[in-house]
């Protein structure tokens, strides 16, 4: 695949590792925000390798591909895609990197639906492996198969999801070990450390190694049968966001941004957990290049 022109539009910490990830590939990138402080951050950050634009519509001007980065806001999301859906090349491809707006919402503001479908990267996109690729009702084929082709190129496994559903499939899996853990916790059967400790030293290591699937048929199907009689009805159904969630967030303990959460994170912590994640993620992105 040839050097492509591409959009990407928001300047956040994902759009700005997006870009990133682009460029190293070799392809003509120009970035567009609302702040253009953040445009001439994302510039500096990138070494000038990126172009800056003052509107969407002139980034997404004659491009071949567009990723949308913004606010998880339907209305944002929706009339920026109508925005520049006109100003795309011919057979440009519109993507959103939503990771929890329907697609098929998003795209119906658009002349030609046939053109979007859902890109989700994950954090920090230059050194996960994986790209969700998100198809609404009206995706076409060939945007699916360009979509693919971009990914390929740039080094991505893709995990197609062909039901346009809340949350898509990682987040799925996230939130669902998300509800068992918050719930362990509010019961006192275990502290949020040692959940921590429990999947960084047990699932963490497993999973790099093998998907679920392939553990189950390792395991034993048999066992997993067994098992199952006495965890499925066992494990927390609710539906609603765990009342821990909701009791730190009133403290103003928003995690790390806000320097507190379920742990204290002074700048030294922080910098720590950036760079073991770092060193963990290319570990696990090296294991993914050598599987089967």
Same mark, same amino acid.
């Given at each position: ?15 700005? *590792?997006? $870009? ?53 806001? @339907? ?9 520049? *859906? ?58 699916? *198969? ?29 939130? $669902?070990?998300?509800? *068992?853990? @918050? ?18 030293g047990t699932l963490g290591p497993r999973w790099c190694a093998s998907g679920l699937f392939e553990l189950m048929d390792? $395991? ?13 009805? $066992? ?51 090296? @294991? ?5």
């Open positions: 695949m040839g050097p492509l022109r591409v959009a990407v539009l928001g300047g956040g910490t994902m759009g700005r *590792e997006i $870009a990133r990830v682009f460029v190293t590939a070799g392809h003509e990138v120009t970035v567009w925000s609302r702040s253009p402080e953040t445009v001439a951050a994302v510039r500096a950050d990138l070494d000038g390798a990126v172009a800056g634009a003052d509107s969407a519509a002139d980034a997404a001007n004659g491009a071949d591909l567009v990723v949308e980065t913004i606010v998880e806001d @339907l209305g944002l999301k929706t009339a920026l895609l109508a925005e520049v *859906e006109p100003c795309l090349a011919a057979d440009g491809v519109l993507t959103t990197n939503t990771s929890s707006l329907s697609i098929t919402r998003l795209a119906r503001g658009l002349r030609n639906p046939s053109r979007l479908l859902g890109m989700h990267w994950f954090h920090p996109a230059s050194h996960m492996p994986l790209v969700e690729l998100v198809l609404g009702a009206d995706t076409a084929p060939d945007t699916l *198969e360009r979509a693919e082709r971009v990914c390929a190129s740039l080094g991505k496994s893709t995990v197609l999801v062909r039901e346009d559903i809340p949350g898509f499939v990682v987040n799925r899996l996230q939130y $669902a070990l998300m509800r *068992e853990a @918050l719930a362990l916790v509010a019961a006192g059967v275990v502290s949020a450390e040692d959940i921590d400790l429990a999947v960084s390792l $395991a034993g199907l048999n066992t997993v049968r067994r098992v199952s009689k006495v965890i499925m009805p $066992a494990l927390s159904t609710d539906a609603e966001v765990p009342e821990l969630i909701e009791q730190l967030c009133a403290e103003g303990r928003r995690g790390a941004t806000s320097g507190s959460g379920f742990y204290a994170w002074a700048a030294d912590r922080l910098t720590r957990a950036g760079h073991a994640r770092t060193a963990f993620l290319t570990l696990a992105r090296d @294991l993914a290049r050598d599987r089967p």
